[in-house]
């Protein structure tokens, strides 16, 4: 009798701390610049997915322009843009972004965050490790509240875009407490 006491005690304590760690806030580290090369080698086996992420929050309907503030006050600048990918060898315009940042969540799970057409469009595309799909939703909920946190802080950036429907460089910025998308001419990227 005491053994099957001790044993239901065991079970309940491990579905708990099951039940209790599937609404932890997962840790969110964005990948720098000089990062890219690390984590897409450690990442390389990957197979990405958008699944998993569709419930829609608050940040599905914020326009991107604005979206893309929020992130800078969070997280600082972008894991890479467009000047990152213009001179590759394998560019192609119509895998032109504005913004990518990408995260490894809890120091195991990948994810990419970038803009679905520059500054034209609401919301953002979420890309995880289809391991991890039934993770990406609460990955998901942090980052609304966390760009949605108190105060709801937007911070300055400058991002240029090629929109391949349009045939036309933009360059994007908040500044000064406004919102602006220019059109312009090519810009040079180092």
Sequence with gaps: MMGRITLLTLLFVLISSVAY???DEPDIQ???RSERATFEQRFSDINWTGQGLYNPTTIDRIPTIELRSRLQAVFGDPT???GDLINQRNYRPGKAVQF???FIIDGEIPMMILDLDGP???GLVYVGASRYI????????T???KLMGVGGDLAPYTDYFYSPERDQWYKIEYKDGEFSREAI???TFN
């Design 185 to 187: 001419n090519r810009p």
């Design 134 to 141: 039934d993770y990406m939703p609460q990955v998901k909920r």
């Design 143 to 145: 980052l609304n509240r």
């Design 120 to 122: 034209f469009e609401n």
């Design 30 to 32: 964005k990948v720098d």
């Design 21 to 23: 760690a599937q609404f």
């Design 100 to 102: 990518e940042y990408w």
């Design 80 to 82: 890479q843009g467009i």
